[in-house]
């Protein structure tokens, strides 16, 4: 774990942690052009746009939000809960069809043990919701993952 990754933990500012974690996907990818065969900065890399795009969420910065998970999701397919903020991004962009498409594709789905896709993906919107980021499709996707 970088030491700046500790500080965003701490943060409680959107726009702070946006700048924040740029800084750790600037890291790593500096560390990747050393070690460009490296699956473990590729993994870090990709987990780092896939964060940086949840907290773009958060700073009501949803096509970066998009722009971020897919460069996360471009990385490593296989990081598929990426997809959870991929969906976020679209939904609150007004672009309803393509986020329905990400919803569906893993609607009814195990995420882990413990949860399905569904549940994530309610939670998504719950913590949205709870810091007063909202959009009148939000009400039409609940609908959808419920049925």
């Not at 052009?33 to 473990?40: A, D, F, I, K």
């Not at 939000?65 to 397919?77: K, S, V």
Request: no cysteine; aromatic share 10%.
């Amino acid at each position: 774990v970088l030491p700046i990754e500790q500080q965003i933990q701490t943060e409680t500012h959107p726009g702070t942690k946006v700048t924040l974690q740029q800084s750790v996907v600037d890291t790593l990818k500096a560390i990747h052009q050393t070690y460009p065969t490296n699956h473990l900065i590729l993994s870090r890399l990709s987990n780092a746009n896939g964060s940086l795009a949840w907290y773009y969420l958060f700073n009501r910065q949803f096509a970066e939000a998009e722009q971020a998970a897919a460069r996360g999701l471009e990385i490593d397919p296989d990081q598929e809960w990426i997809h959870t903020n991929l969906a976020l991004g679209l939904l609150f962009q007004g672009k309803w069809e393509d986020a329905k498409k990400v919803y569906g594709s893993f609607k009814g789905k195990a995420y882990d043990a413990q949860n399905t896709w569904d549940a994530i993906f309610l939670h998504d919107l719950d913590a949205l919701e709870a810091a007063g980021i909202g959009h009148p499709d939000v009400v039409k996707i609940r609908a959808f993952l419920r049925e």
